[in-house]
């Protein structure tokens, strides 16, 4: 079923360069969205030199499934799921390993003008349920959730 969302009469469908009468596919004008236009701003960002036990408690106590990992310098390096997780909290120890030490998300990450379906394509491909959005310089603009993509 095709939705449809009404425009002033006479309006120019750009995608298709045709007059409308009030009416034009809703899909048509979201081909035009950006990743910057989806997603939403990153609620944890943690250094990758925190300790996996610690990585853990953040994730627990803060009730959510994944957070972003910034490098020494600020730049976004990947992002931490509670499944990667798994195995350290299941050992009840993880010792001294830091985040950068364990296998997590790493780039390459969406950028702001990438169009969102381009984005929704590569979510799909790589399994992910989230995507760090990511500025010309590296450090980290946003999250790209996968219902939002």
């Not at 509670?82 to 780039?107: E, F, K, N």
Request: charged residues 20%; proline residues 5%.
């Amino acid at each position: 079923m095709t939705t449809y969302q009404p425009l002033p009469d006479g309006s120019v469908n750009t995608v298709h360069d045709v007059l409308v009468r009030g009416i034009v596919p809703v899909a048509a004008i979201d081909d035009r969205d950006t990743v910057q236009d989806r997603m939403s701003l990153p609620d944890l960002q943690i250094s990758d030199d925190v300790l996996v036990d610690t990585a853990i408690d953040i994730l627990r106590s803060a009730h959510v499934g994944h957070m972003l990992v910034r490098g020494h310098d600020g730049r976004c390096t990947g992002l931490l799921t509670s499944a990667q997780l798994g195995p350290y909290r299941r050992a009840g120890y993880a010792g001294g390993t830091s985040v950068d030490d364990i296998v997590h998300d790493r780039g390459p990450f969406a950028h702001t003008s990438m169009p969102a379906g381009t984005a929704q394509a590569a979510m799909r491909i790589r399994g992910l349920e989230a995507w760090p959005v990511v500025d010309d310089d590296g450090y980290s603009v946003g999250l790209l959730a996968r219902e939002r993509a």
